[in-house]
């Protein structure tokens, strides 16, 4: 039997939570299961979230309707438990909606609050406890986004280098997928979609905040940390419940001053009657001004009392808290920005060894005078070849900086000086597929060579067996330059020098 909270009236859909086991962005076409295990599809235009892509392992609020179509599901709020949370991912499955598993939690808080109202003298405490510290509410707050963080930073136990700066080669990553996708009819989008997923969630949180800059840090305080401190709301509610009954008193003594005021301009006439039950009236009046002002007055004193004591705990956390969020919040931008760069740089590892095994790109690509391996620095490159390198703006700038740091650093380049178009081909491209980082320059006759030994250093340099000019020649030219009489020297096919 249903659960009457699951059926929309105008629909008749059933409100769920689940898990989505699989979901291919190529297809459309996931696959969510329900707390009973029970396995439902779901295809894109079913997904209502514009902030979220759906991924396997995501929690998710679904509805279905009676033939077990899914026709809406978004992510739920709640990807993530840990163990200081009030709720649990059990309190997930019992659930059906969001709504109600808030519900729950702040149904929870509100218990504990109750009998920590119940058990507590309020007239004798002098200072309010922490229930839960500035760290732990910040990592409360901050809990979905690290988790979604720490999940994707398994897939990288090993930080790998050089790390490409996302914003910075975004577009030529894109530009690198694209021109392989172009070229390789067999390479599609499909094998890219788990890693741009990746990258995707990533910027999605770091959108976010960008787009949240400015936080009202005491609101914040006020709905995250002071929320989680049930012995100072418990607090709150005994002032409140003070402030009631100290009201209602005060309301009372208010009264019986004016029926007193009324009873004494009737003594006061000529003409008075019963004037025994007026006197014997005012009289108690007078005593129940008394008592309710003698009960009023330990009231307003504890009212007091726990007005300080709760402000006093309101200022000894708040400059604390705002202080420790905002470190946190920077660190963890930090984080995600460097995961991004972990990504995008294993995504251009992904792209590079394709391409180093398409012999589309072998054929088109590597025929053209380009020095770099296939992948976003190279790009970057080429970007860069078309721009007067005395009037760049200032993103531009900082790439070209960037590339010159990346190619001083990383890049291993080799010369090479060989007659056959076809081996020299073929050598260039195993060279650029033993690593990433590696690059070659070709010289096509002798003076090319003498002015690229003068000029450059060199990683290796590979030399033609049977040149036009004879080999000795070639070496001891190498020898007596001074940027690489060191160079480790070779000979194709395959003499060793």
Not at 82 to 106: G, M, P, R, V
Not at 156 to 185: C, G, S, V, W
Request: proline fraction near 2%; charged fraction near 25%.
């Amino acid at each position: 039997m249903q659960n009457a909270s699951k059926i929309k009236s105008n629909q008749g859909d059933f409100s769920v939570h689940g898990k989505i086991l699989k979901y291919s962005a190529a297809s459309g076409i996931g696959l969510i299961v329900n707390h009973s295990k029970k396995i439902f599809e779901f295809r894109k235009d079913s997904w209502r979230d514009s902030k979220h892509l759906p991924v396997p392992g995501m929690l998710v609020e679904f509805r279905h309707n009676t033939n077990g179509y899914v026709t809406h599901a978004k992510a739920s709020v709640y990807q993530g438990f840990s163990e200081d949370f009030h709720i649990q991912e059990i309190d997930f499955w019992k659930t059906d909606t969001d709504e109600e598993l808030a519900n729950k939690e702040y149904e929870f808080k509100a218990d504990i609050i109750e009998k920590i109202f119940k058990q507590t003298n309020f007239f004798t405490i002098q200072d309010i406890p922490l229930d839960v510290s500035i760290e732990k509410c910040i990592e409360k707050y901050f809990f979905q986004e690290n988790n979604a963080i720490n999940l994707i930073a398994k897939e990288f136990p090993n930080t790998q280098e050089p790390l490409l700066d996302y914003f910075q080669m975004k577009r030529f990553l894109h530009k690198a997928i694209d021109m392989l996708i172009f070229t390789d009819k067999n390479i599609t989008m499909d094998v890219f979609l788990e890693r741009m997923q990746a990258l995707n969630k990533l910027n999605h949180f770091y959108d976010l905040f960008m787009q949240n800059d400015k936080i009202d840090l005491s609101k914040l305080f006020e709905e995250h940390f002071l929320e989680d401190q049930l012995f100072y709301q418990a607090s709150v509610h005994a002032i409140s419940g003070l402030n009631d009954k100290i009201s209602q008193l005060q309301s009372s003594i208010k009264a019986h001053i004016a029926e007193m005021k009324s009873i004494y301009a009737k003594i006061g006439a000529r003409n008075t009657k019963n004037l025994k039950a007026l006197e014997h009236r005012l009289k108690s009046l007078k005593q129940q001004i008394s008592k309710a002002d003698e009960e009023a007055r330990p009231l307003d004193e504890c009212l007091k009392r726990l007005q300080s004591i709760t402000e006093v705990f309101r200022q000894r956390y708040v400059l604390g808290f705002q202080k420790e969020f905002k470190q946190a919040r920077l660190i963890l931008i930090k984080k995600i920005t460097k995961m991004l760069d972990i990504c995008a740089t294993d995504l251009d590892n992904f792209i590079w060894k394709l391409a180093m095994q398409s012999t589309p790109v072998h054929n088109t690509f590597f025929n053209k005078n380009i020095s770099g391996s296939y992948c976003a620095m190279t790009f970057l490159w080429m970007y860069l070849q078309n721009l007067d390198k005395e009037k760049l703006n200032a993103n531009d700038k900082s790439a070209y900086d960037n590339y010159l740091r990346y190619k001083q650093k990383y890049e291993k380049t080799s010369l090479i000086y060989i007659n056959n178009p076809k081996l020299e081909s073929a050598l260039k491209i195993k060279i650029m597929s033993e690593s990433k980082c590696n690059a070659t320059i070709i010289a096509k006759t002798n003076a090319d060579f003498f002015s690229l030994i003068q000029s450059m250093s060199f990683t290796n340099i590979y030399l033609d067996s049977n040149p036009l000019t004879p080999i000795t020649t070639l070496i001891e030219d190498i020898k007596k330059s001074s940027k690489n009489k060191d160079t480790p020297i070779f000979t194709i096919p395959s003499k060793k020098e």
